[in-house]
């Protein structure tokens, strides 16, 4: 049977989702596109898992696109046909960037060694990140004289601004947890072996949370991105409504006044 390029296993209530490329750094290829997106839709459908964690098998969490793939291409066509592809490429893996947003849980991103070019979209893409003491980040297109894909430069530009996204765009520098972890691209920087163990704490964490109120705390920080304060608003009175009609409001407020911890996942 063929390997897949994305496995998904479960522990509890949370999807651990593993990329499966190791020989290749976890590079983005047509499979690899296709696997992630339909792991990504099996814990969309399955109301038993309440929280994601994506990481990486071996070295590095994922060197991005496949450039021994678009090698292959510029040698084997006159022209070469290297547009072509990642046409093609592109129009495969960025749902896998768009199913991660609109997927109403939380996901982290565990990133072990690196995460570089589109592994760097895909970390960014993610509702909070965890990464090791070793681990590197970079927009690594421009070295190869291309431009970001995987929705990078629309996550680095909201989340650093015009002039450092432009940075680390326009020369791929290579940045480490720490200034990742200053520059707020990641949430907590662990001991490297403890990567995914702190990332599945913090999502068995969130899975014992009130997963109807986080999945609408997750779709107004999305459209938080495009929406003008008045817009806002009106999207967190809508929110605030239809999470006030769930069975997890009226256990919080118990909890609270019988100064208790709150017992969600239970109350399901």
Known sequence: MERKAVILEREAAVAKILLNRPDSLNAIDHQFSKDFLAVLDECFWDDKIRA????????IFSAGGDVKVMMQHVQK?????????????TGLFHPVIMAIRKI???VI???NGGALGGGFGIALACDMIVAGESTRFNMAYILVGLVPDCGSSFFLTRNLGI???SELIFTGRMI???EAYRLNLVNKVVPDEKVVEEAMIEAKKLSHGPAHALSLAKELINKALFSSLEEQLEYEREAITEAGKDPDF???LQAFFEKRKPEFFKKR
């Not at 994601?52 to 071996?58: F, N």
């Open 250 to 252: 009226k256990e919080g």
């Open 163 to 165: 002039q450092k996204a």
């Open 104 to 106: 109403r849980k939380p």
């Open 52 to 59: 994601i964690v994506i990481t990486g098998i071996g070295r």
């Open 109 to 111: 991103a565990a990133v």
């Open 176 to 178: 480490d947890s720490t």
């Open 77 to 89: 066509s006159k022209p070469p046909q290297t547009g072509k592809i990642l046409h093609e490429l």
